[in-house]
Structure formats: C-alpha cells, structure tokens
C-alpha cells in the first residue's frame, strides 16, 4: 500500500487517460522535487554558502561516481572489490541467518511449551540494541569479513526468529485440529497447512531483515575491516572527503535498493494469493 | 499453597502448568549462566574472548560503586551517552511530527516525496552517519545530529501514517459546522493523530539510543558505544558485557519513561501491549500477531 495511495483521494490524471500520461504525472512531482534539491545544493556550494570543502557538490561527486564505475580506484581499492565483499557478507549472512531464523522459529512456534518457556529470553534477546552486539561479535571473529558476515547473520536471525515465532504460534488451532481430523500426517499438516498461514509473518520478518542485515554489515566495517562499502565511507570521512563519501553513499543505496528489490519479488511471488 | 489445578475465587491462585513454564524458564536460565561459569573456568571457551558471569557481576558492582574505568566512572559515560540521546531525542521528534503533519496533509508533497521516504527508509540511517560526522565534527553535536535523525525519520514517518489514517468525514464534518482552520486542526486531526503519534514516540527510543551508540563506535572517546568498543578493542569482554548490559537497562528505562508518560498524558488512549521493537514502521505493515 503506497503513500500516494492513501493520500490521492483521486488519481493525478483521469483513470481513462493513456498510459504515458498517467506515467508522466506520478513521476514529475518527485523529480521535480529531487532536480530542485540538488539545483539548491549545487548553487549554494557555488556561491559560499555552503563549503566545498565539508558539503562537495553534485557535479564533484557525480564526477566521482562515474569515474569509480569505470574502474577508477579510490584509497587504492576499486568501488567494486568493495561492492563485492559487502554484497558478499550481506547475501551470505542473510541466507543463513534467514534459514536459521525460519527454521528455529517454526520449531519454538510449534512446541507452545519449548516456546513459553524460551519466550523472555527472545524478548530480551529482541530488546538487546543490536548495534552493542557488534563489538562481540567483531570480539570473537576477529577483524574482518568472518565478523561481518556473523554480525548480518546474528541481525537477520534475530528479526526473522521472532516474526517466524509469532507466525507460526499464532496459526489458528482450528486448522490444525481440522486437518488432522481428516487424516493428515504431521508433515502434511506442517507443508500445508502451518507454513501457508504463517507466512505472511515470515515474509514480514523477511523484509525487516533487510535493513539490519545491512546495518550489521557497514557498522562492522566502519569499526573492524578493511574493505567494503563501509570501510570506503569511513575512510573518506577520515580523509574529509565528503565526495567519496557521497559516491560510496551512492553505490551503497543501489545496493541496498538491488536487494530491497528481489525480496520484494520473492514476496509477491510467495504470496501470490493475497490481495495487495 | 499458592499451585493448584484450577484457579478458585478469592485468593490468587496461580495454574500449575504456568508454574512449571516459569520453573523451566528459570531452569534453562541457571543452566546456561552455570553452563557458561564453568566452561570459561575450565578454559573450553577462552574467558579472555567469552568473560564469565561471576566478573561481570563483579564488575558490574564494582562500576555501580564508582570505580573508575578508563578514566571516567560508569556514571559519566552513561551521562554522556544519554545527553546526546536526549537532546536529540526530541529535536528530531518534534520535527518529524511537524514535517510529518505539513508532508501528510498535502497530497502533492506526498506524492512528490514518496519515492525518496520510500528509499531513505530502505537504507540503514547509519550510513548517513558519516556524513554528520565529516559536517559536525567529532563531538557531542554529531551524535545529536545522529539522533535527531533517527528519531525525525521515525516520528516522521509515524505521523504521516497517523495523518493520513484519520477520518476525512470528521473533517468535513467540522467544516461544514463552520470550523475555522485552526480549530480543525487544533481539535480534530492532532487528537486523531496522537495514538499514531505516541506509538512512534516510544518506537523511537530504541532507534535514538542506537543511533548515538554508532556516533560514538566511530567518532568518539566517550560514552558508552565507545566503552563498548574500547572494551573490545582491549581485549575486555568483561568490560564489553559489562557495558552491554548497562547500555539495555539504559534502552529499556528510557523506554519505560517515554511510554508511562505517554500513558500519562493521554490515559484514553489503548495501550499496545505487544509491540515490537526492533522494526521502524512501515505503511501498510500491521505487526506481528500477539506472541502468545
């Protein structure tokens, strides 16, 4: 459900209208808004208002990323030797912390006595700013990809753990009991039955994943690597280059957006038969 | 006898099964605390790397009394910590909510800057962190401006939640009994706006408190982040745990103090009993079911 879904209470351009002009109308606002935004910035670093030095400005910085796209090192390493080892830690680490976290909170969800009993230590484990387990866990891997890809893992399993839990704890007896009344196994009842209705839950924890298995990954490269995306920005923040900076932030939001974006078609695909 | 089988009037009676679930839970609990004294004692798992918990209750007490770690008492770092946490806290909060109102009433803003809330909100914040850092320099306004943004973001997208939720009839409804503006906003869409503005309130908290943890992993000498860090760092996990654990009481009284004065100020309003803590709101997201 969009934002402008809710907020049009009629559309921009007539229903009937063709096609390119419904197109043309949802996305003139927003770019108008973004060519405005860096006309104000790209000005105020021309006049003095704001400093080059501290703010860069968007020619600098779309210079910088046109050049790291060709090749162009910055601090002797390629954007994409960095691109791969975060997207490496990031898509690793969620595949596992997912699996993990799926698998953990179907079996919690499906044994209510295991799940009581367990329940304050996931709350408190859930209440935990995730962001202090980061130093741990650089602690125990050591500096480096070890440690980030276990920092996206710890944060992925911790999301997917708890919304698996309540997905699946909170399927309706009343299926189960039916199913079993008319003969189906338990692995039956488990495929068709519990998975199907919990996963609108998982899909939910799936997707808030995304975001900390991120988060996990750049703040472990901000404090303990040498490489990635993260080590870039916090290299050229050391190095007061906000033009690095600003094109790193920018493959980085690609990145994010690239990921965003096949879990969203993993979503829909999955849940095909709910109406959006 | 407190146990029985079925609980009877009168007396507070508690059911047998849920006294074995707490037995249990205290059970498992004891359990891993004894499981991991032991292994760290007899050198399975190393104590420099895993501590224990006897030295961490140790040092726990130890801080509390006033010992000075790093040069500074355990009180000052949390003062340090919690003094950018608070400052920006409610800078941002309270521009989230009027950026928020002004964005959600409008259609055209909203439509104009969907795709970019849409994409902020994808990206971790903490990314952007640098960027303050590298603007503010290092020191107690860069975290504040961590925090502030944090908790803009948050408030900001709760509100617009909040604003557009609310009934257009009501409004009509007041308009057409010849409500001045400012009397439908004034009476109408902030009161129809609140529950959506307290539940970002509280959602906040966690998110502020991390964001001025991050500040301080990566441009500080201070606070508790940084104590984190630095216990890391040094080889501490004693320390690290240490201030783990005062860096969740600290989250966890925030909280507590946001969401009673929540309570407070609008007694009316329902309280959510399960919430979760960890996601920042989504439109269209309902949350997880309640964990039974």
């Known amino acids: 459900m969009t934002l402008t879904a809710r907020a049009a209470v009629g559309q921009a351009a007539p229903r009937n209208a063709p096609r390119h002009r419904i197109l043309i109308a949802r996305v003139w606002p927003p770019l108008l808004v973004g060519v405005v935004l860096l006309g104000i910035w790209q000005l105020s670093t021309a006049f003095g208002l704001l400093s080059p030095a501290t703010f860069s400005a968007p020619s600098q910085v779309g210079v910088r990323i046109w050049g790291a796209l060709g090749g162009a090192p910055m601090y002797d390493k390629s954007i994409w030797e960095n691109v791969a080892v975060t997207a490496q830690a990031v898509c690793v680490g969620y595949f596992f912390g997912a699996v993990a976290g799926v698998v953990i909170g179907y079996v919690l969800g499906r044994a209510p006595f295991v799940a009581a009993v367990f329940q304050p230590y996931i709350r408190a484990l859930a209440a935990v700013p995730k962001i202090a387990l980061v130093p741990l866990l650089v602690l125990v891997f050591g500096i480096g990809v070890q440690a980030e890809t276990a920092n996206v893992v710890l944060m992925v399993f911790i999301m997917v753990v708890f919304s698996t839990f309540s997905g699946v704890a909170g399927v309706r007896a009343d299926f189960v009991n039916l199913a079993r009344i008319m003969g189906a196994r338990k692995v039956t009842v488990a495929t068709r039955i519990v998975i199907p209705a919990a996963l609108p839950a998982i899909m939910s924890g799936l997707r808030a994943g995304v975001p900390f298995a991120f988060i996990g990954a750049i703040t472990s490269e901000f404090i303990a690597s040498s490489s990635g995306l993260g080590w870039l920005m916090q290299r050229a923040t050391a190095q007061y280059d906000p033009t690095g900076l600003f094109a790193a932030l920018v493959y980085l939001v690609v990145l994010v957006w690239l990921f965003v974006q096949v879990i969203h078609a993993i979503e829909r695909r999955v849940l095909r038969w709910q109406r959006r | ?292």
Request: glycine share 8%; net charge positive; charged share 15%.
């Open chain 2, 1 to 292: 006898m407190i146990v029985s089988r079925t609980p009877s009037r009168g007396r507070l009676l508690i059911p047998r099964r849920q006294v074995i679930v707490w037995a249990c839970t205290f059970g498992v609990g004891v359990l891993f605390l004894f499981a991991w004294e032991l292994a760290s004692r007899a050198g399975t798992i190393d104590s420099v790397f895993y501590s224990k918990p006897t030295d961490i209750v140790v040092r726990l007490w130890q801080d509390m009394l006033g010992a000075e770690v790093y040069g500074r008492t355990i009180y000052e770092q949390i003062w340090i910590t919690t003094d950018a946490v608070l400052i920006g806290y409610v800078a941002g909060a309270a521009g989230g909510v009027l950026v928020g109102f002004a964005v959600g009433r409008s259609k055209w803003l909203s439509r104009a800057l969907e795709p970019y809330i849409l994409t902020f909100y994808a990206i971790p914040k903490i990314s952007i962190a640098p960027l303050f850092i590298l603007i503010l320099g290092i020191g107690l306004e860069s975290k504040i401006a961590i925090v502030a943004m944090e908790s803009f973001f948050i408030l900001f997208m709760s509100t617009i939640r909040g604003v557009l939720e609310i009934d257009e009839q009501l409004v009509q409804i007041a308009r057409i009994m010849g409500a001045s503006r400012r009397t439908v906003l004034g009476r109408i869409l902030l009161p129809a706006s609140l529950p959506a503005i307290f539940s970002g309130l509280q959602l906040a908290v966690p998110f502020a408190v991390i964001g001025a943890v991050l500040g301080e992993y990566i441009a500080s000498n201070r606070g508790l982040g940084w104590l984190v860090l630095y216990s890391g760092s040094s080889l501490d996990a004693t320390g690290l745990f240490t201030a783990i654990v005062i860096l969740v009481a600290l989250t966890w009284l925030l909280a507590q103090i946001v969401s009673r004065s929540v309570v407070a100020m609008a007694p009316w309003l329902p309280r959510n009993q399960e919430r979760r803590n960890d996601s920042e709101p989504q439109v269209g997201d309902r949350g997880p079911e309640v964990v039974r």
